[in-house]
């Protein structure tokens, strides 16, 4: 594991997409797993910026997500497919057909985190697993448990983290209370991870995820056992 520390977070979003410029350089049709969150946004600007400038194609790179919440509309704007798209795909020249995240308005859920799994499967391993982390470790919506899944599955999220994700709703109440996650296996299986942490409240849980015991509790910590993980850490201050 590489732990990179840096002051702030467009530095962090910096670091993060040299990364994709050069895999981009290697492989044109590179596969990438995205995630969501407010951590991830800097990458998203800077790599916007670099399209913008000609530095960065997306016309054949094929994406997957981490996760989506279960009964949120993709028009929803809280969806995680929104997301996506407002803070990257409709910025770049991505082929939306390239884009994949879970079917969180399947009828059948546990059916739709198969067929999820099945397309992780297809599309092979990733070039670059893209992570941010929760303030109680997870990891995708991996949440701290005596057991963690190793392929997609549907998950009742914690009351800390549907606290925590609260401030993107109008309401608590109107938080998912489910989601749908790649399970640790399909996160393992990635030539890259790329671990983007910024904010002092969660230097903490990052500093147990990488110097603590590998536990369950802590999602993260797994990471430990991956053979290439880039931490880039901007939890020195909030800036
Ligand atoms: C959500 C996502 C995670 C993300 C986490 C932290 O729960 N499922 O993938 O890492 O939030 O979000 P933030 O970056 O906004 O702190």
Redesign the pocket.
């Given at each position: 594991m590489i732990r990179f520390k840096v002051k702030s977070k467009k530095e962090m979003g910096e670091l993060a997409a040299t990364y994709y410029v050069r895999q981009l350089e290697k492989k044109k049709d590179s596969l990438f797993a995205f995630?969501?969150?407010?951590?991830p946004i800097p990458l998203y600007d800077e790599l916007v910026r670099l399209y913008n400038e000609g530095k960065v194609d997306f016309s054949e790179v094929r994406t997957v997500n981490?996760?989506e919440y279960v009964g949120l509309d993709v028009k929803n704007e809280n969806s995680y497919r929104s997301f996506m798209d407002k803070n990257l795909f409709d910025r770049v020249n991505i082929k939306k057909d390239n884009t994949v995240l879970p079917d969180g308005m399947a009828e059948d859920v546990d059916k739709a985190c198969a067929l999820y799994s099945a397309k992780l499967a297809e599309l092979g391993t990733r070039d670059i697993q893209l992570?941010?982390?929760?303030n109680n470790g997870?990891?995708?919506?991996n949440e701290p448990s005596d057991g963690l899944s190793a392929r997609t599955f549907a998950v009742t999220l914690t009351e800390s983290?549907i606290a925590a994700?609260s401030r993107f709703f109008a309401s608590q109440d109107e938080v998912p209370k489910k989601a749908m996650t790649m399970g640790m296996a399909e996160i393992f299986d990635a030539k890259l991870i790329l671990l983007l942490v910024s904010g002092k409240a969660k230097h903490d849980v990052l500093d147990a995820a990488i110097n603590g015991p590998v536990t369950t509790q802590n999602p993260a910590s797994l990471l430990q056992l991956h053979p290439n993980v880039v931490v880039i850490d901007a939890t020195e201050n909030d800036e």
């Open positions: 995630a969501t969150g407010s951590t981490l996760d992570l941010g982390i929760g997870h990891i995708g919506f983290t994700n």
